[in-house]
């Protein structure tokens, strides 16, 4: 009879006691926690009856042709992201570049003109030619830009607009609303941080007042919330982590907190290590939410940061000794519970794929097989080494090779100045 593989095995042989106790009382919550158990469970059983795949395995090939499809047509379903175009464009081209595949010269100039056309007038970027400029788009259309790497893709930007941009959706208290007269939540302050470091257009004065406005956004939960007040989730929690890894005050946020720390004798409340999921393997956003693919970036990814600010600021028995998640087993949630069978990763079994999910699945994915650091610098790949993805920057989420490379060409320019402004 042929072997179970050894991390499968292991993650069920210690897990499957893990499931939801309910004590039989039902809520809706409960409920659906167990629904969605039950999915996973059968996800998992398929895989070990199924003696005809030894290993889990990702579907390259098929998620190759879902992709290269997407960049040309996509279904009448995808109208409701007609505001959000970069975004597909910079979803669909960092999972080839995480599948390892190029895109053709045709296709790239392609790319880089149809993001012109979304870039507004008024500097930044918006989800389709027309609409309003808006702090989303623009990291979305910046880092398709970056992952792009030529000449023609760096000039699609106009950095002194981007600049006067930022500066439009700047607010006194250092946050940054997402457009004119819009939300201020911390996604802005990454997006913000994140066109601003890449294409060097920060002055003295574009984040004043933003980390100690981020740092409040922390909450009793040890996580980070949207605005100050708010619950801590793993989207905003990256954005903000992220965000401070850039303007270099990681330092300034209860780090240990944020970790998941457990004191001698002293439990602390342990945020995101507690987020990935006993029984299924991935995470979930938020405490009492159900475990969904897209977090296995916006959660797992958040580790390499924290493994990183630990280690620099000394905590070397936090994060360099210690495994801080298990990544065995989101690479089989990832493998076992995200796959569409044509191509395209999901949110959990049942849901249909898209490439929002596809992005993200695929770059903790990437996070679970390379993560680690000290006597973790080996690579883990569950499964046959046709599963390896390429290694993502943690902050920008694009290939670091693609980071380097911009770094490099928007440093050789001067920062520019604005007019009227002290900056
Ligand atoms: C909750 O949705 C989701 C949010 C409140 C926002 C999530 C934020 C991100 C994913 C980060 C975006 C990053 C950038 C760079 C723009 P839900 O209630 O449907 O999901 P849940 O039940 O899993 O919490
Ligand atoms: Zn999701």
Redesign the pocket.
């Known amino acids: 009879m042929a072997e179970i593989p050894k991390t499968l095995r292991c993650f069920r042989e210690e897990h499957s006691g893990e499931k939801l106790k309910d004590d039989d009382v039902l809520t809706v919550t409960s409920v659906e926690q167990k629904t969605v158990e039950l999915n996973v469970e059968e996800a998992y059983e398929a895989f070990r009856i199924d003696r005809s795949m030894l290993q889990p395995a990702l579907q390259r090939e098929k998620h190759f042709q879902y992709l290269k499809k997407g960049l040309r047509h996509l279904s009448e379903s995808y109208s409701c992201l007609d505001a959000s175009r970069p975004w597909l464009c910079y979803w669909i081209l960092h999972s080839l570049e995480l599948l390892g595949e190029p895109i053709d010269d045709c296709m790239a100039s392609d790319i880089c003109q149809f993001l012109s056309r979304c870039q507004s007038p008024n500097g930044g970027f918006a989800g389709g030619p027309g609409q309003e400029p808006h702090l989303?788009p623009t990291?979305a259309a910046v880092n398709a830009l970056c992952i792009i790497g030529t000449e023609d893709a760096y000039n699609v930007i106009n950095r002194e607009k981007l600049l006067e941009f930022l500066y439009s959706v700047k607010q006194p208290n250092g946050s940054f609303t997402m457009h004119v007269s819009g939300e201020v939540d911390v996604?802005s302050a990454?997006?913000a941080a994140s066109v601003a470091s890449l294409t060097n257009i920060i002055t003295p004065t574009l984040f004043e007042g933003t980390p100690e406005w981020v740092l409040r956004c922390q909450n009793w939960e040890g996580g980070i919330g949207?605005v100050p007040g708010m619950e801590a989730?793993?989207?905003?929690t990256?954005?903000g982590m992220a965000a401070m890894v850039i303007f270099k005050k990681e330092w300034m946020l209860d780090l240990k907190a944020l970790l998941g720390e457990v004191e001698a004798q002293q439990p602390r409340w342990r945020w995101v290590t507690s987020r990935q999921m006993r029984f299924e393997g991935g995470f979930?956003?938020?405490c009492n939410?159900?475990v969904?693919g897209?977090?296995s970036f916006?959660q797992a990814g958040l580790l390499p940061l924290l493994h990183r600010a630990l280690h620099a600021h000394g905590n070397d028995s936090l994060s360099m000794t210690r495994w801080m998640f298990h990544q065995e087993a989101l690479q089989e949630y990832i493998l076992l519970c995200c796959q569409n069978s044509t191509g395209g990763l999901l949110d959990k079994p049942g849901k249909s794929r898209d490439f929002y999910h596809t992005c993200y699945c695929l770059s903790g994915l990437s996070v679970a097989q390379h993560f680690g650091g000290g006597e973790l610098l080996h690579e883990i790949i569950v499964g046959d080494t046709n599963n390896r993805l390429e290694p993502i920057h943690p902050v920008y989420n694009i290939s670091p090779e693609k980071v380097a490379q911009a770094v490099m060409h928007f440093h050789k320019l001067p920062v520019p100045q604005m007019k009227n402004n002290s900056n």
């Open positions: 989303a990291y996604r990454y997006c949207g989730h793993g989207g905003y990256f954005c979930q956003g938020r939410k159900l969904d897209c977090y916006w």
